[in-house]
């Protein structure tokens, strides 16, 4: 069966949790997990990102995510030191679809409700880049 955008999407949205946009700041402020921002450079130009969110856009997850040579040493860190990755997008379909990527690939992955519009609906701050 052929699947739609959508339908992968509701489908990474089944597998993995969600968190709130005030409980994933905490989390985060407290370094007991990490937010990974997979938007666009354009988007973080246009409306910033959280601070102290580690920034690889989708189309690099895999690589990045990977636990060799070419994975990020923020993810890395996260994954061997047991803590979940947070993660963003404008409004949460590529950050289900990025999840459920991580959660294949042995993280703990969640879904910030909202994406980055619920984060600056919640009044959080963000960092220019």
């Given at each position: 069966m052929t699947k739609t955008a959508g339908d992968l999407v509701a489908d990474a949205r089944s597998r993995v949790p969600s968190i709130a946009p005030d409980d994933a700041h905490k989390?985060?402020?407290?370094?007991a997990?990490?937010?990974l921002d997979v938007r666009?450079?354009?988007e973080l130009?246009?409306?910033g990102t959280p601070h102290g969110a580690v920034h690889v856009p989708r189309g690099l997850l895999e690589f990045k995510?990977?636990?060799g040579e070419t994975g990020d040493a923020s993810l890395k860190s996260a994954h061997s030191e047991g803590r979940?990755?947070?993660?963003?997008?404008a409004s949460g379909g590529r950050a289900a679809l990025t999840a459920a990527t991580l959660t294949d690939m042995g993280y703990?992955?969640?879904v910030i409700e909202g994406g980055m519009k619920g984060w600056m609906n919640a009044g959080l701050e963000t960092k220019t880049v």
């Open positions: 989390k985060a402020a407290s370094g997990a990490l937010i666009e450079p354009g130009s246009a409306s995510a990977d636990k979940p990755v947070m993660v963003l997008c703990e992955a969640h």
